[in-house]
C-alpha cells in the first residue's frame, strides 16, 4: 500500500484515499487497521449508503481522553456518561485478546521450562562422557571448585555462543515473514528472551555438572576395573 492509493470497502461502498502512512504496524484481530475521520467510520461501522439516519450519526465505540496525573477519573465518567479505562486495560476488549495473550504466555513458559530441561540433559550426557577426564584431573591434584567452575564457564560460552546464532537465524527467519504473516521484532522482547535462555539453561547446566563433585579420582587409577 503506497500513497495515494484507493480503497473501496465492501458493503458500503466508501472508498478510501491513502493519505499517509504510520511508522509503526497497528493491527485489530490481526488485521490492519485503518484511521478515519468519525463519519468515515460511522460509514463503514454501518455499512450504510448515502447520508447515515440520525440514530447512527451519533454512535461511538469509544472516546481518547488524555488525563493529567491525579485527575478525578469518577468525575469524567460521571460527566461523559461512559466508563473510562487505561488504554492497557482496553486491549481485553478486543476479541479473543486475553485469551490469546494468556496462550501464549503460556506457551512461552513451556518453551522456558523444556530449554532448561533440554540444556541439563545435553550436559548431563556431557559430564557423564568426560567422567574418565575428570577423575583424572582429580587424581592429579584439581580441586573440586576449580572443575566446577571451569564447567560452568564452557556452559555458559556454549549457551551464549548457541543463543547468539539461534537469534540470529530467528531475525532473519522473521524479517522474511513481515508482511506475510503477523510478525514484529522488538529489542527488549528479544533481549529478555535471549537473556531468560541463559540464565534458564545455566540452571538447568548447574544439575548436571553437580555429578562432578561424586566423580571418584580412583577411576582413573582403575579402581572400577
Known amino acids: 500500500m503506497e500513497i495515494g492509493d484507493v480503497l473501496t470497502a465492501d458493503r458500503s461502498g466508501v472508498r478510501l484515499k491513502v493519505v499517509g502512512l504510520v511508522d509503526e504496524t497497528v493491527s485489530y484481530g490481526h488485521i490492519g487497521v485503518v484511521y478515519a475521520d468519525l463519519g468515515t467510520w460511522r460509514h463503514l461501522h454501518y455499512g450504510l449508503p448515502g447520508d447515515l439516519p440520525e440514530a447512527a450519526s451519533r454512535q461511538a465505540t469509544a472516546v481518547a481522553l488524555t488525563l493529567k496525573p491525579g485527575a478525578d477519573v469518577a468525575a469524567v465518567e460521571k460527566a461523559t456518561g461512559t466508563l473510562a479505562e487505561t488504554k492497557e486495560a482496553t486491549f481485553d476488549a478486543s476479541p479473543g485478546y486475553e485469551a490469546e495473550s494468556s496462550t501464549m504466555a503460556l506457551i512461552k513458559g513451556f518453551l522456558y521450562v523444556i530449554s532448561a530441561l533440554v540444556v541439563g540433559a545435553f550436559f548431563t550426557v556431557w559430564t557423564v562422557q568426560r567422567k ?94
Not at 503477523?182 to 539453561?201: H, M, N
Open 132 to 225: 574418565p577426564e575428570i577423575a583424572l584431573m582429580k587424581a592429579l591434584g584439581a580441586p573440586t571448585g576449580y572443575i566446577l567452575r571451569d564447567a560452568l564457564a564452557q556452559v555458559v560460552a556454549v549457551l551464549v555462543g548457541a543463543t547468539a546464532l539461534g537469534t540470529a537465524v530467528g531475525l532473519a527467519l522473521g524479517s522474511a515473514m513481515i508482511g506475510k504473516a503477523p510478525f514484529s521484532l522488538s529489542a527488549p522482547a528479544i533481549a529478555t528472551s535471549s537473556g531468560l535462555l541463559i540464565v534458564l539453561g545455566t540452571v538447568g547446566a548447574v544439575v548436571a555438572v553437580r555429578r562432578i563433585t561424586a566423580v571418584d579420582p580412583l577411576t582413573a587409577l582403575g579402581a572400577t576395573r
